[in-house]
C-alpha cells in the first residue's frame, strides 16, 4: 500500500514509469551526490529502494504516476534563464526611502481592526476535549451511606 506522507518516487526521481532498474539506481546516486541535506539524501535512497526492491509496490507506485509526466521541461528552464530578472536589493531600497511615520498609518482603522481581532473569539470545539479525558465519565454505584449500612 502507498504510503500517504511519501510522494510518488518516480516524482521523486524525476523518472518515466518506464526507467529501467539500471536508471533508478543512477539517478538516486546522481541525486544523492547533489543533495544539500540528510533528509534529501534519505528521500532519494528510499525512491530507489520502493521503485527496485518490491515489484508490486513498484507497480502499485507506476499505476498511481500521471500517464506522461514530465518533471524536466527543457522550453520552462530556457525561458527562465532568458527572462530571470536580478532580485531586488531590499537594503539599498530601504536607505533611500525614509522610515515610515504616524501619518502614513491610519490610526483609528488600526485600532478597530485590533479591538475586533481581541473580541473575536474562536470557536469551540468540545468534541476533541471530550473524546481524550483525564478521568472516566462512568461513576460506578453510588457510595454507600450510613444508613444504608445500619438498616439494610
Known sequence: MIEVNKPNPFKV???????????????????SELATSDEQRLLYRWAVE?????PLTRLEHELFEVPGAQYEDPEWDHFLRRHQ???????ALAQKSPPPTLTDFNLALLIQW???ELLNLPQ????????????????????LEVRHVIFG
Open 114 to 116: 485590533f479591538l475586533d
Open 85 to 91: 530578472r536580478n532580485p531586488v536589493n531590499l537594503t
Open 13 to 31: 526521481l524525476e523518472l518515466p514509469r518506464q526507467a529501467s532498474n539500471e536508471d533508478i539506481v543512477c539517478r538516486g546516486r546522481e541525486l
Open 124 to 143: 469551540a470545539d468540545l468534541g476533541k476535549a471530550l473524546e481524550h479525558l483525564p478521568f472516566s465519565l462512568d461513576c460506578g454505584p453510588p457510595p
Open 50 to 54: 520502493q521503485l527496485i526492491t518490491n
